[in-house]
């Protein structure tokens, strides 16, 4: 039987044996934190006089160093083990554990994955375990019926607008061979290629019953507030897991106040919550291992073992990714969702839920695109407060278009407001409607945006 205290004991012994490499790397956050550390791990010998405000401290130290260091790996580090600290201690030191010390425990527990990203040997799973038992120990258990929904005949939707000369082409799944070396070339969409996934089936990810099930009570996740990531009024918070679904499924959200759109974005949401994982079936085509391209000399793959990095995309109807550009190859999925912003891949998108309009341009027209300026780092913690598209090593919004591409025009508007665009852009661009079960792919470095036209939500895979 899993119990807290002796988790808390195991973490404690290790984390106070300075050869252990875990810990060499916490001390490397200078002597004041080693000493903060050493007193916070005696005072969880003897539970009854553990210092949680110590703890708490290091928390937050650890946060401020974080933000002002663009997650420096020694303070993410700090940030989690002491967040598991912190939680095990609470849950082992309970007499008798309620709602609300457990909620607690969870969300702390959650905000080291999604903030720090729970960097470590082991403390990834350590945490879920964590979690998963919290779950089963002290908070009731759901009962849920998440019957395969049946298909929905979608409504028509917009096929052309003004930003768009061309259909991005559909296609019959290539042969690995061909994907290699011709058809990875240029953008294209697989109609149904991802029906058969669980998460459209046995598993529906459209099922709001079926998420919760998934999570578990107590989840939290961050939250996009605004329709646009370009505009002023554009935050994001920590949001309850249950309470953003709940939110999604309200009577007429998709007619709320455009600032008050809620939208979980680019998120790794199939980390934070594994069982999604086994909802998804990545495509061959990810691992054939594409060279750089000419337009594109720069392009690298993901730095992490898999080389791929799955994102997901989960909002209402009207959230938009204004036209940017990623560093890598991408396909992306609906089952109802939205993907957008910043890495340098190739790009899968695969629809799951929902419908999306989706609007491409190549490389070549970047000098017409009227990109934000890049950013100098000195104002790098104004960045990671306000915009999603900006990254950890090099913060900028240069990626991102100022145009908005499914805005209608008038030919004065064109001859006044970004006229390049118009002229050079246009003839070039791509676009076209994503329904559920549909697969996405295009190359690093092509422009790209995105339109829900109802509750989505959509998979990337970014490789």
């Known amino acids: 039987m899993w119990a807290a205290i002796d988790v808390l004991h195991k973490l404690v012994d290790q984390l106070s044996d300075d050869t252990q490499s875990s810990t060499k790397d916490l001390l490397s956050c200078g002597p004041d934190v080693a000493h903060g550390l050493r007193l916070a791990l005696q005072s969880l010998s003897d539970l009854d006089n553990r210092q949680e405000a110590q703890l708490d401290k290091l928390i937050d130290v650890a946060y401020a160093h974080m933000s002002a260091s663009l997650g420096s790996s020694c303070w993410r580090r700090l940030y989690t083990d002491v967040c598991l600290l912190r939680s095990l201690a609470d849950v082992a030191c309970a007499v008798s554990l309620n709602d609300a010390v457990a909620l607690e425990s969870i969300g702390r527990l959650d905000r080291a994955i999604v903030i720090a990203g729970a ?64 058809t990875s070339l240029h ?60 939110a999604l499924d309200s009577q007429g959200l998709e007619h709320r106040n455009k600032h008050d759109v809620l939208y979980l974005a680019q998120h790794n ?40 990095v799955i ?44 419908r999306k309009t989706v609007w491409l341009a190549p490389p070549s027209v970047t000098p017409f695109m009227y990109p934000y300026p890049p950013t100098s780092l000195s104002t790098a913690d104004q960045l990671l407060a306000h915009n999603p598209a900006a990254n950890t090593s090099n913060p900028s919004m240069s990626n991102t278009s100022q145009v908005d591409v499914f805005a209608s025009a008038t030919a004065e508007q064109r001859r006044r407001i970004h006229p390049l665009f118009w002229e050079k852009v246009i003839p070039n661009s791509f676009s076209a409607a994503l329904e559920p079960g549909d697969l996405l792919f295009f190359p690093p470095g092509w422009w790209h945006a995105m339109r829900s036209e109802e509750k989505s939500f959509s998979v990337s895979m970014w490789f």
């Not at 002290?138 to 052309?160: E, G, H, K, M």
């Not at 709001?208 to 994001?236: C, H, K, M």
């Not at 909802?279 to 392009?299: E, H």
């Not at 990623?326 to 891949?345: A, E």
């Open 269 to 308: 949401l199939l980390k934070q919550f594994p069982a999604l994982r086994a909802d998804v079936i990545v495509p061959d085509y990810i691992y054939a291992s594409l060279s750089p391209r000419m337009d594109f000399p720069g392009y690298e793959p993901p730095a992490n073992d898999e080389q791929l």
């Open 187 to 246: 953008p294209f969409i697989i109609r149904g290629y991802v029906r058969d996934w669980p998460a459209m089936r046995e598993h529906p990810w459209a099922s709001t019953d079926y998420l919760r099930f998934v999570a578990g009570p107590g989840r939290i996740v961050p939250i996009e507030i605004g329709s646009d990531y370009r505009n002023d009024d554009w935050t994001q918070t920590l949001m309850d897991w249950d309470d953003f679904l709940t």
């Open 119 to 182: 960097p470590g040997e082991g403390r990834l799973d350590l945490i879920l375990d964590s979690i998963t038992n919290i779950q089963r120990a002290y908070l009731p258990t759901r009962q849920v019926d998440f019957a395969i929904l049946p298909n929905v005949i979608p409504s028509s939707l917009p096929r052309w607008f003004d930003s768009s000369s061309h259909s991005i082409p559909c296609i019959e799944p290539p042969s690995f061979a061909s994907f290699q070396n011709s």
């Open 311 to 354: 994102n997901a995309w989960l909002g209402p109807g009207g959230t938009v990714s204004p036209a940017h550009t990623d560093p890598y190859f991408n396909f992306y999925g609906t089952w109802t969702s939205l993907i957008r912003y910043d890495i340098t891949t190739h790009d899968v998108a695969a629809q799951v839920v929902g």
